[in-house]
């Protein structure tokens, strides 16, 4: 369980710079045993360049996998819940794309290193610093890249890692027309550039086919009814299939499987040209200026077609640049455009929460404000028996009291008294007269006796010489 008292991005800080600490010590201890003691070029076969090259795809992967491993979705509904074998799928196509774009990146900047710095070499230790650094970076970057992993990014990822593999494949083409012919051709051939040309496609197909899950999953996971539902499975079906005859127009060149080559190409066409078409229709919350977007894009690829054949203004390469730069521009800006909408229906989501919020505090509110009126009431009602108890008087009381404890003596005496075994005898009233007179005494010393003030001393006055000759027997 995460420590609760720590935050998750600063962990997430703490975590890539351990492994990019760790990716220098292992890529630099490396680079070290294979220099050797001569020193070595920025470019070139053996080179500090193609070490870093190779040392990063590796570990880039595993700092991929590392974080695809700890990922934790967003705040944002784009939770996704697919099974064990897709989500391997994945994390591994992430990690091919990130190894890929790390191989032919640091390929590419070790190449202007040398131009910039002609005959330049590195020593041992030098070179395994330096080789280090760029395996921690490529590290760092990957683990992050990973843990934090959205739709946004994943296409970002995919436009740098399509515009580097084909400039990579195209700067290294043994034959410099093969533009002459058609784009294909570049995967023809057995060389580094044929091997980064169908190699870009099939990763390419696979990062869009991931990104097919991340771009429909709030889409999923929103839908208020199986229509809503059906339409979001159409749309990762569609742009799945993309991916799949990408892949297949790689893993098929054109000089070995032409018309199986052909089949990929023309069904990827078709389907990006149906999904265009119907993407309001799948996405109804989707701009209106993005829908028109897909018809202008689908006017010009026909136009370009046109134009090759039958007009024979241009080849195919043209062609074929026209129509995948447009597709694949297409696909990024959809992305993005759904995660945009993923995005509107979650704030919309916690506008109705605070909305709700709100409701329940203005209902405790009022409840406050009715308890407040009933406890006044209470309080006014509390007041008129505080008064009369301010004027209670205990000396009455007493003498009340006592009263009638009199009264009660004179009940039992004037009872033993009356009787007589042969009749009715005449009471006698005597003492009933002299308890009745000291009674009308007591309430006169009462009601003359000033009122008791604080502080008063709570001593009985001294019985007088009357008290004393009545309470006698």
Not at 72 to 79: I, S
Not at 105 to 133: C, D, H, K, R
Not at 251 to 261: A, Q, Y
């Amino acid at each position: 369980m995460a420590d609760l008292n720590r935050p998750a991005a600063v962990t997430s800080e703490a975590r890539a710079l351990y492994i990019g600490s760790g990716a220098f010590i292992v890529l630099g201890a490396a680079a070290f045993l294979l220099v050797g003691r001569e020193p070595v070029p920025l470019s070139g076969r053996g080179s500090a360049g193609e070490i870093s090259a190779l040392g990063t795809a590796v570990l880039g992967a595993v700092a991929v996998v590392a974080g695809s491993l700890q990922h934790r979705p967003p705040a944002a509904p784009e939770v996704r819940r697919v099974g064990r074998i897709r989500n391997a799928i994945d994390i591994a196509a992430l990690a091919l794309a990130h190894a890929c774009t790390f191989l032919v990146g640091w390929l590419a900047l070790f190449a202007i290193f040398q131009q910039a710095f002609m005959g330049a070499v590195l020593y041992p230790v030098a070179a395994a610093v330096l080789v280090g650094t760029t395996g921690a970076i490529s590290a760092y970057i990957a683990y992050l890249s990973a843990l934090s992993m959205t739709a946004y990014r994943l296409a970002a990822l995919l436009a740098v890692f399509l515009v580097s593999g084909m400039l990579a494949s195209m700067l290294t083409a043994q034959d410099p027309l093969w533009w002459q012919e058609h784009l294909s051709a570049l995967g023809a051939s057995s060389d580094i550039s044929g091997v980064a040309f169908n190699g870009t496609l099939i990763v390419a197909g696979v990062m869009i086919t991931t990104l097919a899950g991340y771009a429909t999953s709030a889409l999923r996971a929103t839908a208020e009814n199986q229509s809503a539902l059906r339409r979001a499975w159409w749309l990762e079906g569609a742009i799945a299939l993309l991916g799949v005859f990408l892949a297949g127009v790689g893993l098929f060149p054109v000089d070995e499987n032409f018309w199986i080559h052909t089949l990929f190409a023309s069904g990827m066409a078709i389907a990006f040209g149906l999904l265009a078409a119907r993407i309001r229709d799948l996405v109804p919350s989707i701009s209106v200026t993005f829908g028109v977007l897909g018809w202008v894009f689908l006017t010009v690829i026909a136009a370009a077609a046109v134009l090759w054949f039958p007009v024979g203004y241009y080849n195919l390469t043209a062609v074929e640049l026209i129509a995948a730069s447009l597709i694949f521009s297409w696909l990024i800006v959809l992305i993005r455009n759904l995660a945009a909408v993923d995005a509107d229906q979650y704030d919309g989501t916690l506008y109705d929460v605070e909305q709700e919020g709100a409701s329940l505090y203005a209902g405790e509110q009022q409840d406050a404000v009715l308890y407040g009126a009933a406890a006044s009431q209470d309080a006014d009602s509390y007041e008129p028996a505080q008064q009369d108890t301010a004027s209670y008087d205990p000396g009455l009381y007493d003498a009340e009291k006592e009263d009638t404890a009199l009264y009660d003596a004179y009940r039992q005496d004037a009872g033993l008294r009356g009787g007589e075994p042969n009749g009715t005898a005449r009471k006698d009233t005597s003492l009933y007269e002299a308890y009745r007179q000291h009674a009308d005494q007591q309430d006169a010393d009462l009601l003359a006796r000033p009122r008791p003030q604080p502080g008063d001393s709570m001593d009985p006055p001294p019985a007088t010489a009357a008290d004393r000759t009545v309470s006698g027997p």
